[in-house]
């Protein structure tokens, strides 16, 4: 990599040693976020609404931290490109999910609610 290639990614590591979450989609049952769950490392989790993503992709109650057991913690702290990318792939579904709702939907696609 090249001078100005290195300190663009200096940069972005300096911001992204800051960044606690990123919000990633809003899914009709709350917004999903991936968030930093240690200050000195890089495991994050994906949370929507009180619940967790787990590893085998569906939602689970998250119970206050001294109620969870390591096993909780091995299946919904992800590493921040494991995370992220799970995060988009759920979005995706979602966005998917949405659009063929409204393919299927016998009166055509909506432009606006139904009231």
Known sequence: MNDDGDRYVVAARAVLSRVTAFAVDHDGLGTVTV?????????WAIRRSGEVLNRVGTWEYEPLPSSRAP??????????????????????????????GLENDEDGPRTEERT
């Open 35 to 43: 968030e930093r769950t240690d200050a000195s490392g890089d495991r």
């Open 71 to 100: 096993a909780f913690y091995r299946r919904t702290r992800f590493e921040l490109v494991a995370a992220l990318h799970r995060a988009v792939a759920h979005a995706l579904a979602h966005s998917v999910a949405l659009v063929r």
